[in-house]
């Protein structure tokens, strides 16, 4: 309860700080309202078309991979795998980042902009391995 003049003006001021948003907390949230519609448009993403995958600056360039999978519905554990397949003589993170940007189709359009199309290949490559995990399934339940 207010007692005084002077705890109303206290209470007044917490008030105007609780409305009056931190330009911190804000960017915050802007920041995870647009990742979470990012996320929201990769998942609802035709498998079967062409995305363009945007980065804010260079060091995003390392998630490319991740947001071609998820547009294309590749988990981890299929990618891995179907990179095992793919030969490569110099195995470093480097060569590794670029093996799966191919794998993935994933080409610099614009200076950030890429475009990520799925190969026949990388289809029926993945077509196989899912085919081959539900042939396990079904041998594993009988």
Sequence with gaps: ????????????????KILTPNKSEQ???????AEI????????????????????????ISDLPIKASIA????SQELAKICELEKSPVSDSTSEFLKVMKILGVQLIDDLFFVAKM????????????????LQNIQGVA
């Design 119 to 134: 190969s026949n290949e990388l289809k029926e490559k993945l077509e196989c391995l899912r085919m081959g995990e539900n």
């Design 37 to 60: 519609l990012e996320y929201e448009a990769l998942v609802a993403h035709n498998p079967e078309e062409a995305i363009l995958l945007e980065v804010d600056n260079v060091d995003q």
């Design 27 to 33: 960017a915050l949230l802007q920041k995870l309202q």
């Design 72 to 75: 294309f519905k590749i988990n």
């Design 1 to 16: 309860m207010i007692k005084n003049e002077q705890e109303l003006a206290i209470a007044k001021e917490q008030v105007e």
